[in-house]
């Protein structure tokens, strides 16, 4: 008789591309960006706009590739995650950790060298922060893991302002604190969605504990609080008209859409307010930086 052997599949570029988790670097990407925008009042120069563009990518990249090797074992039990490379052995442990290193290491250096060294170190503070405190303390432990551990999502704005600025002004905290108290509404949208998922493996997360009702009134309290803070700039005489209009529209879309779920709990309405939540922000950091450019 004789016996098969199946060998994993070899690992190509495209599986450490995907491990690098490329649709949720997306949009942190853009705010990086957007910022240098926003804190210059127009283009940050070509050189300075790919260094932050590169580097930013491979720090979110290490952050989200050392998230995967962390989490494998609950990834290999759930259908959105069953197909990571980490799971499926295309790539193993050991290769994704020190893929994870590498990319970390040359972000820093790079951020370093093309920008400057406060910019440096936000980018590992970020990733630090995602992987430190969200992946390997709260993500198991707290229904409110996404809140205070989420918080890693909000530094690339502040990385995109210090690589211009060399610093860190208050407004550049306001963009950390929108971000911050954006975040709950939208992943709590996906997470209504796949909460049978991480129910499955044990994951706190809010619809898991309090249940759908609570989270979609958790998410309806924290479009409000988006809502009020995304008008702060134009309080602080940072930002004018144009913004001013477009934060009205924007934030009146966000809390019907998260009203209108609060009040139905149906997946057509968690669908659309998940989608709609991406598109906000990017939106409010377009209108910024188009307002700034207009008036500096």
């Known amino acids: 008789m004789v016996i098969s052997v199946v060998h994993p599949e070899r690992a190509t570029w495209r599986d450490y591309f995907w491990l690098t988790k490329p649709r949720v670097i997306s949009l942190l990407l853009f705010t990086t960006l957007m910022a240098m925008f926003i804190a210059a009042g127009g283009w940050p120069g070509l050189g300075l706009f790919v260094v932050v563009l590169v580097g930013g990518y491979m720090a979110a990249g290490s952050a989200n590739a050392f998230n995967m090797v962390i989490d494998r074992d609950i990834d290999g039990r759930m259908k959105r995650t069953a197909q990571r490379p980490t799971v499926t052995h295309k790539i193993s442990t050991r290769d994704a950790a020190i893929f994870a290193t590498v990319l970390m290491v040359l972000s820093f250096l790079l951020l370093w060298w093309g920008a400057n060294l406060t910019t440096a170190l936000l980018a590992m503070a970020g990733l630090g922060w995602y992987v430190l405190i969200y992946t390997l303390y709260m993500k198991r432990r707290f229904w409110s893991n996404i809140v205070i551990g989420g918080a890693a999502g909000a530094f690339p704005p502040l990385v995109g302002w210090a690589a211009v600025t060399g610093d860190l002004s208050l407004f550049a905290w306001y963009l950390f604190l929108l971000i911050f108290f954006w975040t709950p509404v939208h992943f709590w949208a996906l997470a209504l969605m796949i909460k049978d998922d991480y129910a499955a493996v044990g994951i706190p997360m809010l619809p898991v504990v309090r249940g759908e009702r609570e989270t979609a009134y958790q998410i309806w309290l924290y479009a409000i609080l988006t809502a009020v803070i995304a008008l702060i700039p134009v309080l602080m ?20 859409r998260s009203l209108r779920l609060y009040q139905t709990l149906e997946r057509a309405w968690t669908l659309s307010l998940y989608k709609y939540s991406m598109l906000y922000l990017a939106l409010l950091f377009v209108a910024m930086a188009i307002d700034r450019a207009l008036w500096m």
């Open 237 to 256: 005489g940072e930002l004018r008209w144009f913004y001013l209009v477009a934060a009205l529209v924007l934030n009146g879309l966000l809390l019907v």
